[in-house]
């Protein structure tokens, strides 16, 4: 068992490697020259030697594996260079506005979760009743509606008419409801539909049956034992919709002007910024290793028999 | 032809219905130019935000342009778009799934890696990399989306036709002479269409999502030209006094993808596919 967690951890290495490589390889053929950005945000008039001796100071002038290495090393460190705009250095601009992407996201979770278990284990359990079929239609939207286009009808019914939440900020906890629930949508209509198909499963296994044939209760049975297995692909689904979480993000908080990392990272995008570019995809892709890293983890613990197959999904 | 889409419809309600949906989004992608009542991005600032009335039936937008005419141009780039995708990367997919899978070996295993290292990213986190790095525009969004969504259609193919590889039909043909290519082209290709089918059903819903999502961020489709996400991000300013502005492509993009995500469900259980989250 250790020695499969030790393997697990290690061969995150070259793939974060490889992920840099591909950041890397992107700031390389994009159009934009670093030393003529630099010169442009800070307002000096690129010449022809303070070009060159910018060049030289980013290491541009080195071949291109030095150049990757010297990059791999950088970010080692945490230096992701500074800002094209600002000229502040990127990390210190991304851990002041992490706080409060993380608030969403965990909030957002945390709903997700206590909506869509007791949802989608109802709807096995009462299959094809009242309980099932409302929670296929809300899967059904929640996987079609565009998210934007939600935060914005929430704004309408419960900012606009209602007057009751705040439309757009972060403060107070009122803030933090519209948001939370513009994003959580599309997770309850995943996890719900993933935990409903994953009780079923259960219940064809035969030792409910025996459990029954005992005179087990038959709350006990559901929430003692089926529940509790059934539970698993739920945590896997969160783990591989980590993506879905950051990129709702991205679209949430541009919606509600919540200032979080993903807003700044469109501003970004807008001002051609690329070391925030770089700096986001690259912490983006490194959070979503580890997220399944974890899951998995969390699986060996629950299932000690994976080590020894593998992964069973695979 | 016709007699198997008969069998494949027969009792399947559901996928018939679905089916004919799509088909009327085809019919108005292809004649949205036609049919459209006005010019799209004609301004007529003396008719802006009317209400709807027998020459505007869905009334007329800040800049007096024709909502309805607008709706359907944006069907037209929405879908066009999304099926160009959907078309490129399941076809870059397939080949590249294909010769991984069928030949094996350090192909296969360079081929594999590099799409596990596209993987590590989150798709709309690289994608929106990838537009940040060339600029916001179009032609930048299109590619990207491509990019990045083949790599789970190689994958996806390569392990049907490495489970295919060994079955004796194929064996056989192998053995009888058959070149790689005939093997290749007339016993896996048929073998692997229904996911295809499926997954493309599915690639489209998550296309137009994807397309909409960016263009409302600003970075994909420019204005004045007439897009679902993008005539939503121009609505929201009037949300207050004409929530009907940002209502109207909302529930378009909602009603396409709904249809096209039941779709691919009916199907999927239809030949017995498993979807792939």
Avoid at chain 1, 24 to 32: G, Q, W
Avoid at chain 1, 69 to 92: A, H
Avoid at chain 2, 7 to 27: D, E, M
Avoid at chain 2, 167 to 175: G, L, Y
Wanted: one cysteine or more; a positive charge; aromatic letters at 10%.
């Amino acid at each position: 068992m250790v020695s499969y967690i030790g393997k697990r951890i290690l061969a995150i290495i070259p793939i974060v490697l490889f992920a840099i490589l591909i950041t890397f390889v992107l700031i390389h053929i994009s159009p934009v020259d670093p030393a003529e950005a630099y010169l442009s945000a800070a307002h000096i008039h690129p010449t022809e030697e303070l070009l060159a001796e910018k060049r030289h100071e980013f290491g541009l002038d080195q071949p291109l594996i030095v150049q990757y290495f010297q990059t791999v090393m950088k970010i080692c460190r945490l230096d992701f260079g500074r800002s094209y705009l600002t000229n502040e250095p990127v990390w210190g601009e991304v851990t002041a506005r992490m706080p409060a992407t993380i608030q969403l996201a965990v909030s957002s979770i945390l709903f997700a979760m206590i909506v869509s278990i007791p949802l989608g284990f109802l709807s096995a359990v009462y299959k094809n009743s009242l309980i099932d079929n409302f929670s296929r239609l809300l899967s059904f939207f929640g996987a079609s509606i565009p998210q934007f286009w939600l935060g914005y009808l929430l704004i309408f019914f419960f900012s606009v008419k209602l007057d009751w939440l705040p439309v757009e900020g972060r403060g107070s906890w009122e803030h933090l409801v519209l948001p939370t629930m513009t994003l959580s949508l599309a997770l309850i209509a995943i996890y719900t539909r993933l935990l409903r198909a994953s009780v079923l499963e259960q219940l064809q296994e035969s030792y409910v049956l025996y459990a029954r044939t005992r005179g087990i209760k038959e709350k006990v049975i559901m929430v003692k034992h089926v529940l509790k297995i059934a539970i698993s692909p739920v945590i896997t689904g969160l783990g591989m919709n980590f993506g879905k979480l950051l990129t709702g993000t991205i679209i949430v908080e541009q919606v509600f002007s919540w200032p979080g990392f993903g807003r700044y990272f469109v501003e970004a995008i807008f001002n051609r910024d690329i070391p925030v570019i770089q700096c986001y995809v690259l912490l983006a892709a490194c959070l979503f290793i580890v997220c399944n890293l974890i899951v998995d983890l969390v699986q060996l613990y629950m299932d000690p028999r994976i080590s020894l197959k593998g992964r069973t999904d695979q | 032809m016709i007699p198997h889409i008969r069998t494949v419809l027969k009792g399947q309600k559901t996928i018939t219905v679905c089916s004919v949906l799509v088909l009327v989004f085809a019919i108005i992608t292809v004649l949205a130019p036609w049919i459209s009542p006005h010019d799209p991005i004609k301004v007529n600032v003396a008719m802006k935000l009317k209400p709807p009335s027998a020459e505007h039936l869905l009334g007329t937008d800040h800049l007096g342009r024709d909502n309805l005419s607008r709706l359907l141009h944006g069907a037209r780039i929405s879908l066009g778009f999304a099926f160009l995708i959907f078309v490129s990367s399941i076809g870059i997919g397939l080949i590249v799934g294909t010769i991984a899978g069928y030949k094996g070996g350090w192909i296969d295993t360079v081929l594999m890696r590099f799409c596990e290292g596209v993987m590590a990213f989150p798709n709309l986190v690289l994608v929106l990399g990838i537009v940040g790095v060339f600029g916001p525009g179009l032609i930048q969004v299109v590619l990207a989306l491509m990019l990045v969504q083949w790599v789970y259609y190689a994958r996806m193919f390569r392990s049907m036709v490495v489970s295919l590889k060994e079955r004796n039909f194929i064996i056989a043909a192998r053995i009888s002479g058959s070149s790689q290519w005939k093997i290749i082209k007339q016993h896996m290709i048929p073998n692997i269409l229904p996911p295809i089918l499926v997954m493309g059903t599915l690639e489209m819903g998550w296309a137009i999502m994807d397309i909409s999502a960016l263009s409302f961020l600003g970075l994909g489709i420019q204005p004045p030209t007439p897009e679902w996400g993008a005539m939503i991000h121009e609505g929201k300013s009037f949300i207050r006094s004409h929530p009907e502005l940002m209502l109207y492509p909302g529930l378009m993009i909602l009603f396409v993808v709904i249809t096209f995500n039941v779709l691919g469900e009916a199907l999927s259980e239809r030949f017995g596919v498993k979807r792939r989250f």
